[in-house]
């Protein structure tokens, strides 16, 4: 690298390519400048340490959500498989999800860092991840990509890069997905990959399978005959959901996985534990609203509150999405407020309107726009309440 650096830099044959050569560089290599004048906090972890953590911790839900595909898979089409089988079969199947989301997004990272002649920022090493896991398998490379673009471009890009965007960029994707194409996000076909691609567990579907998300047939539920089953017609329990063996998006229905990962960001203290807690509480608090008070018309507030929070992506969205510095409320008292109107909202969309079974995506989205109000009214508050203080101890003098 250091043989190669002077062609890059301003002068040298490939200049015009010196952020591309500082992104390789700083990826492999801790920089060697620091600051030196002005005040600054000088600490081991930077934002790569931070992004790399993040991801690691997004490991066991990558892992268990490739054995799930496999899973569902050999479920549907009646073969028994081993676990290594199931487990290869799911890593085939995401490998291409995972090239397109970093190909794509990186890529557009690297253009645009050559036209502002900025450097290249880490972000993307966690949203890259970020977006196979909550997109379902079986929606088509192409529409990954277009999303993938349409979120860096316009939710990222737009707003000057990383630590600069006002929504979450992997939600942004989904949420493009979700309005832009909503046959491939419902249903029974996106959440279970039933092809014999890659030469394995080929064979004959079972006629009439439905893989639908659980919350997908609470939604269609017609009076109080609640029942959710696996595509193969078995009842599913909240133990069958708190493991993760039902469909879904890859990365979202083990919520084992998921607080493997949510323990590793609270010990290395990268993630908030106000957000994370206070959203796990309004989700909790709103479905035990909805639970005492259950209606035919709406069937998801038969659900009781635990089996609710195994459901869908509230649990990965707790921890990975919610818990987003940028997005999120930066006050300490704004991050318990901004938690628990998620978890409330969450469960409010999904229980109540139909239209949108899956409400994490929603209530993030929606909060995220509010966060700056709720670090405002919290500061503002402060300010006047020690502007009180001080006239007070004026009058007291």
Same mark, same amino acid.
């Given at each position: 690298?250091?043989?190669?650096?002077?062609?890059?830099?301003?002068? /040298?044959?490939?200049?015009?390519?010196?952020?591309?050569?500082?992104?390789?560089?700083?990826?492999?290599?801790?920089?060697?400048?620091?600051?030196?004048?002005?005040?600054?906090?000088?600490?081991?972890?930077?934002?790569?340490?931070?992004?790399?953590?993040?991801?690691?911790?997004?490991?066991?839900?990558?892992?268990?959500?490739?054995?799930?595909?496999?899973?569902?898979?050999?479920?549907?089409?009646?073969?028994?498989?081993?676990?290594?089988?199931?487990?290869?079969?799911?890593? $085939?199947?995401?490998?291409?999800?995972?090239?397109?989301?970093?190909?794509?997004?990186? !890529?557009?990272?690297?253009?645009?860092?050559?036209?502002?002649?900025?450097?290249?920022?880490?972000? +993307?090493?966690?949203?890259?991840?970020?977006?196979?896991?909550?997109?379902?398998?079986?929606?088509?490379?192409?529409?990954?990509?277009?999303?993938?673009?349409?979120?860096?471009?316009?939710?990222?890009?737009?707003?000057?890069?990383?630590?600069?965007?006002? *929504?979450?960029?992997?939600?942004?994707?989904?949420?493009?997905?979700? *309005?832009?194409?909503?046959?491939?996000?419902?249903?029974?076909?996106?959440?279970?990959?039933?092809?014999?691609?890659?030469?394995?567990?080929? /064979?004959?579907?079972?006629?009439?399978?439905?893989?639908?998300?659980?919350?997908?047939?609470?939604?269609?539920?017609? /009076?109080?005959?609640?029942?959710?089953?696996?595509?193969?017609?078995?009842?599913?329990?909240t133990m069958d959901a708190f493991i993760g063996l039902i469909p879904?998006?890859?990365?979202?229905?083990?919520?084992?996985?998921?607080?493997?990962?949510?323990?590793?960001?609270?010990?290395?203290?990268?993630?908030?534990?106000?957000?994370?807690?206070?959203?796990?509480?309004?989700? $909790?608090?709103?479905?035990?609203?909805?639970?005492?008070?259950?209606?035919?018309?709406?069937?998801?507030?038969?659900?009781?509150?635990?089996?609710?929070?195994?459901?869908?992506? +509230?649990?990965?969205?707790?921890?990975?999405?919610?818990?987003?510095?940028?997005?999120?409320?930066?006050?300490?008292?704004?991050?318990?407020?901004?938690?628990?109107?998620?978890?409330?909202?969450?469960?409010?969309?999904?229980?109540?309107?139909?239209?949108?079974?899956? !409400?994490?995506?929603?209530?993030?989205?929606?909060?995220?726009?509010?966060?700056?109000?709720?670090?405002?009214?919290?500061?503002?508050?402060?300010?006047?309440?020690?502007?009180?203080?001080?006239?007070?101890?004026?009058?007291?003098?």
């Open positions: 690298m250091n043989k190669i650096e002077p062609s890059f830099r301003p002068g /040298g044959k490939l200049a015009k390519l010196e952020s591309v050569y500082d992104g390789m560089e700083t990826f492999l290599f801790t920089p060697n400048t620091t600051s030196r004048l002005g005040v600054h906090i000088h600490d081991g972890n930077d934002l790569k340490r931070t992004m790399i953590t993040v991801v690691v911790a997004l490991i066991p839900a990558l892992l268990f959500g490739m054995y799930n595909i496999g899973y569902q898979h050999y479920l549907a089409i009646g073969q028994p498989a081993s676990w290594l089988t199931m487990w290869i079969y799911g890593l $085939l199947a995401m490998l291409p999800v995972i090239v397109v989301s970093y190909g794509v997004g990186l !890529g557009i990272e690297f253009i645009s860092a050559q036209i502002h002649h900025k450097e290249i920022q880490e972000g +993307f090493l966690v949203t890259g991840i970020l977006i196979p896991l909550i997109v379902p398998i079986n929606t088509p490379l192409w529409m990954t990509a277009v999303a993938t673009a349409f979120a860096v471009i316009f939710a990222k890009e737009i707003f000057g890069g990383t630590g600069m965007n006002i *929504f979450n960029v992997a939600l942004i994707t989904r949420a493009f997905l979700f *309005f832009a194409y909503p046959s491939r996000m419902s249903g029974d076909e996106p959440f279970v990959k039933l092809d014999s691609a890659f030469g394995m567990g080929g /064979g004959t579907v079972v006629d009439g399978f439905s893989g639908a998300t659980p919350l997908g047939q609470v939604a269609t539920t017609v /009076g109080d005959n609640l029942s959710m089953t696996n595509i193969v017609g078995e009842p599913i329990s879904g998006s890859p990365g979202e229905t083990s919520m084992i996985a998921i607080l493997l990962g949510a323990a590793l960001l609270l010990l290395t203290g990268i993630a908030s534990w106000r957000i994370m807690c206070s959203v796990f509480v309004g989700g $909790l608090g709103m479905a035990a609203l909805a639970h005492a008070l259950p209606s035919a018309t709406y069937p998801a507030s038969m659900l009781d509150p635990v089996t609710q929070l195994c459901l869908g992506g +509230f649990a990965f969205g707790a921890v990975f999405m919610a818990t987003d510095p940028v997005t999120g409320a930066r006050t300490k008292v704004g991050q318990y407020i901004y938690g628990l109107l998620i978890g409330v909202f969450a469960v409010l969309i999904r229980v109540y309107n139909s239209g949108y079974p899956e !409400g994490m995506m929603l209530a993030i989205l929606l909060m995220n726009a509010f966060a700056p109000l709720i670090d405002h009214c919290v500061v503002s508050f402060n300010i006047k309440r020690r502007a009180r203080r001080a006239a007070d101890k004026v009058k007291e003098g």
